[in-house]
């Protein structure tokens, strides 16, 4: 490269032609914690638009007569929308959209415990508002958009279908960000892939929430919490076994991949160094 300085490396010279060094880095950088309103905007987001197609479909088949939308349409949407977030947001804040999925990445090590309460508040808002947007367009519709037992399913047995659920849906989920897979963006398929079959087999049993935001979001704007215990307790013990689950499979997370695909890789993920490589090469 031209204009090196005998004694320096590439990367060290590319470094003070930016100026400061470290300065382009520190720019970008994710990790540090005055870039933490990105994260829970994203997560905020993120959930908005996954409760919107998974609720908005529901509500806006009882709007125009429940004759347009297939069920088949309405289980396979969210896992379509959460295939899409992942791809493009997952690197900001890991895109966990789910509050089991955050405590479960706290609990394998990959997320710090004092960023958990602000994503699962950040969750619930964005599920909340985006019950109230339904509504505001299309109106109250009954029960439409909640997650509820179908008929002659008790809100026990829709809890334990809601924890089996879960456990498939953490599993994929800790599974896609161990270090031990290294998928990639292949995640995304994985983790919506299984939201859709999930879907498939579950809606008609307890409506295949998996998700305490999802469920009680639209039900504190409705003003409904029939069985809301059951989408509560159910993801959360779902995550807790998800957990012991990939404990057993790989032992102790924590690993550096696993904390980035929890916590998101933008900023940590481009540096200087690389675009010297891509330049060199």
Avoid: C
Avoid at 104 to 124: K, T
Avoid at 180 to 207: D, K, N
């Amino acid at each position: 490269m031209s204009g090196e300085v005998p004694g320096q490396t590439p990367e060290l010279t590319v470094l003070r032609t930016l100026g400061r060094p470290n300065a382009l880095v520190k720019q970008f950088d994710f990790s540090d914690d005055s870039y933490e309103w990105r994260r829970l905007f994203a997560e905020l987001f993120g959930t908005f638009l996954l409760v919107f197609v998974a609720a908005g479909g529901p509500l806006a088949s009882a709007r125009i007569g429940g004759k347009e939308l297939p069920s088949a349409v309405l289980a396979v949407a969210p896992g379509l929308m959460v295939l899409a977030i992942i791809l493009f947001m997952g690197t900001v804040s890991g895109a966990h959209l789910n509050p089991v999925v955050t405590v479960a990445f706290m609990l394998r090590g990959d997320f710090p415990a004092r960023r958990v309460p602000m994503y699962i508040v950040a969750q619930f808002a964005g599920a909340a508002i985006a019950m109230l947007v339904l509504v505001a367009l299309l109106g109250k519709q009954g029960s439409a958009g909640l997650t509820l037992p179908g008929h002659g399913i008790s809100a026990a047995v829709a809890m334990g279908w809601e924890a089996v659920l879960t456990i498939g849906l953490v599993s994929v989920i800790l599974g896609t960000a161990s270090g031990a897979q290294q998928i990639g963006s292949l995640a995304a398929i994985a983790v919506g892939g299984y939201i859709a079959l999930a879907g498939l087999i579950g809606a008609g049993v307890s409506g295949a929430s998996m998700n305490p935001a999802r469920s009680l979001g639209p039900a504190l704007v409705l003003g409904d919490w029939t069985s809301w215990w059951a989408y509560l307790a159910g993801p959360a013990i779902g995550a807790l076994i998800a957990v012991g689950i990939a404990e057993i499979l790989r032992g102790q997370g924590g690993g550096t991949h696993d904390r980035e695909a929890a916590q998101g890789t933008l900023g940590i993920g481009w540096t200087p160094r690389r675009l010297v490589r891509r330049r060199a090469g």
